[in-house]
């Protein structure tokens, strides 16, 4: 019974340390702008209000998120709506840098892989 009892939370630690090494670091996206090159390529996770945003058919959607400390375009190919202007929305994505979207050329912009409303 007390083996049982140590392997089950053995594995129960080993699945907590997978999970939150999987999620990316929230970071602020003013940290992003400042040194984009630390974080090209990496996943990254901010929380912000979005300030402005467009859609181009069949090619997605861009939104522009601000949290205080700066603002990044987020590019998304997913299917479905762009958040509303004035929403709270958390996301998660890859930071590319040179990104064109819909004829529109941007710098440092994050390629959404995941997002919340609030």
């Not at 019974?1 to 996206?29: D, E, G, Q, W, Y």
């Not at 859609?55 to 400390?69: F, N």
């Not at 929403?87 to 819909?102: E, M, P, T, Y």
Request: hydrophobic share 30%; proline share 3%.
């Amino acid at each position: 019974m007390r083996s049982r009892r140590k392997v089950s939370i053995l594995a129960l630690t080993l699945l907590c340390v997978s999970l939150f090494t999987a999620c990316p670091s929230k970071t602020n996206i003013g940290k992003i702008l400042d040194n984009p090159d630390r974080y090209r390529d990496k996943e990254v996770g901010i929380t912000g209000t979005v300030e402005d945003g467009y859609g181009v058919p069949l090619v997605g959607r861009a939104y522009k998120v601000d949290d205080g400390t700066g603002e990044i375009w987020v590019v998304s190919r997913r299917n479905g709506g762009s958040p509303r202007k004035g929403a709270r929305v958390g996301v998660k994505g890859r930071v590319l840098q040179g990104f064109s979207f819909g004829g529109r050329n941007f710098g440092t912009v994050i390629e959404e892989s995941d997002r919340r409303t609030k």
